[in-house]
């Protein structure tokens, strides 16, 4: 893959060395080497020999980011500074070059300053009456602004200010938005605007500079782009540093095949979701996913790549997607889903069964599912299942339950480490006596992973009008739901229970007593003496 500066060096058109500003945006690679015999000619030979130390180092940095680990290589960052806005450090700065009557800057006004042969430096805005009183500033081809003032840039005052312009440069970290499309600038070539808070451009914004060459929107907060209408064919673009926000689509620059955006391989996202992945990688996922998704199985759903997992090597991601068929009518669930999909949404349908979920291998990396609002009436299969052991969230809200293998689940919970929440709320729970007091005890236990157990209910028929009566189970007691006969078969129960358990401790206690007397003495127990 070529390094950016090389890149920059087949792509960028010729300029002359006095505008060696643009250099550090183009490719000086294809400049001539100024003469020493030259007017100026030392002072340029010297600025074009920082230009190649320069290049030098910035093509090395750009190896070095081939070879970073992935989570690494947005720490890289693009240098977009321009050299002529350094000048603001000093508030009252003698500018090299700068004609009679402009030699220091004042930061509380605009200030402009011509160069001979042709070029404007501003400081904090534009000096129109200077612009408007004509002279030397109408010979203006290169116009610099730097600390751009305010939040938008009119693109239509330039026309009558500088109509001849050909090189524009702009920053500041006022800036957000272009006000106009720029107007038809017959000489304007090429266009820098770099290290502001230019968060949109409209895809016509440069549509009528038929000439341009090159643009470099590096360095600014640009969030999202569609492909910029141009009237040439030959113009590059440069748009690193932005703040790329990949939930956004931009799948169209996997297909931009005219090398027109030159820097897209090094963007990287910076959203909370893909933060710190490249672009075109995580473009590729979705791309990926929106074909899975028109499987004949879930043609009707909705797929998304949540996250982009860094591999443990660094070197490559592993795509974590969500996959959404709420509400699409299924009376099963799909037979089919993308790989690595952690995470369903498949509520307010008409599943009767959650089968799938232990013979169906496209569910293995399942660890998400939302089952609310269907016709469910047991979990009972999922019993002993790896899935069940290694589910994170399972949200059964709304579905047709009335009992569940306690034990079974409690014991499932106790075997993931893994598991995040459990939703059961809105069921038509039976208040059985047994299986309510067990279902309140698990409840109790596990009260923060059931995420919604104060609102899970019971009910039981009422003997005096045989209607439903609803309590919640946190609450509710034996008394409450356990008829007489009830209580008095599990008192029985309890009863026998404890004799036995008192019958067994005597006994050992009886054989320990023996065993000890028999070791000390040498006498056998009085009833085996006296039998025959």
């Not at 090389?6 to 080497?33: E, F, G, N, V």
């Not at 590729?284 to 997992?309: D, F, G, M, Q």
């Not at 009376?331 to 509520?347: K, R």
């Amino acid at each position: 893959m070529a390094t950016v500066a090389q890149r920059h060096a087949h792509t960028s058109p010729d300029s002359s060395s006095s505008h060696w500003w643009y250099m550090l945006y183009s490719s000086p690679l294809k400049h001539r080497i100024p003469n020493v015999t030259d007017s100026g000619g030392i002072i340029n030979t010297l600025r074009y020999a920082a230009l190649v130390v320069f290049l030098l180092l910035a093509q090395a940095s750009d190896l070095v980011t081939a070879q970073l680990p992935l989570s690494l290589q947005n720490l890289v960052v693009e240098n977009v500074a321009i050299e002529e806005c350094a000048h603001r450090a000093s508030p009252s700065l003698h500018l090299p070059g700068a004609t009679s009557g402009a030699s220091t800057y004042n930061s509380n006004r605009p200030a402009c300053y011509f160069t001979p042969p042709n070029r404007t430096v501003c400081f904090r805005g534009i000096e129109m009456k200077r612009f408007q009183a004509g002279g030397k500033f109408n010979l203006t081809r290169s116009l610099i602004l730097c600390d751009w003032p305010m939040r938008t840039f009119d693109p239509l005052v330039l026309r009558r200010l500088a109509p001849r312009i050909e090189r524009l440069a702009v920053t500041g970290r006022m800036l957000q938005r272009l006000e106009h499309d720029f107007p038809a600038f017959p000489y304007l070539r090429m266009v820098n605007i770099t290290g502001t808070r230019l968060n949109h451009t409209s895809v016509s914004a440069f549509y009528e500079l038929d000439r341009l060459q090159v643009l470099n929107l590096r360095g600014n907060e640009l969030e999202q782009i569609q492909p910029y209408r141009f009237r040439s064919g030959h113009v590059v673009v440069y748009l690193q540093g932005n703040l790329w926000n990949c939930t956004n689509d931009m799948i169209w620059l996997l297909r931009e095949q005219s090398r027109q955006y030159v820097d897209k391989p090094t963007l990287v996202c910076k959203d909370w979701k893909y933060t710190g992945r490249p672009v075109l990688t995580a473009m590729e996922y979705k791309r990926v996913v929106r074909e899975s998704c028109l499987h004949e199985e879930i043609w009707n759903c909705s797929c998304h790549v949540s996250y982009l997992r860094l591999s443990d090597n660094e070197l490559s991601f592993h795509p974590m997607i969500m996959v959404n068929c709420s509400d699409r009518g299924f009376y099963q669930l799909p037979q089919y889903l993308p790989g690595n999909t952690t995470v369903l949404h498949i509520a307010r349908n008409r599943l009767q069964s959650v089968d799938s979920l232990m013979t169906n291998e496209h569910y293995r990396s399942v660890q998400d599912i939302y089952l609310d609002d269907n016709r469910i009436t047991s979990i009972d299969s999922l019993e002993d299942t790896i899935w069940l052991d290694n589910f994170r969230i399972l949200s059964l809200r709304g579905n047709r339950l009335n009992r569940i293998r306690v034990y079974s689940v409690e014991h499932a919970i106790e075997r993931n480490p893994g598991v995040g929440k459990l939703y059961l709320s809105n069921n038509p729970w039976r208040c059985g006596c047994r299986f309510a007091i067990r279902f309140q005890r698990f409840l109790r236990k596990h009260e923060s992973l059931v995420a919604d157990s104060r609102n899970i209910t019971c009910y039981f028929i009422n003997d005096d009008d045989g209607r439903k009566q609803y309590l919640p189970v946190l609450t509710v007691t034996p008394n409450d739901i356990c008829r007489p006969s009830e209580h008095n078969t599990a008192a029985i129960y309890n009863t026998l229970s404890i004799i036995f358990a008192s019958l067994i401790v005597l006994i050992f206690t009886k054989l320990g007593y023996d065993y000890y007397h028999y070791r000390k003495y040498g006498k056998l127990p009085w009833l085996i003496m006296k039998m025959p």
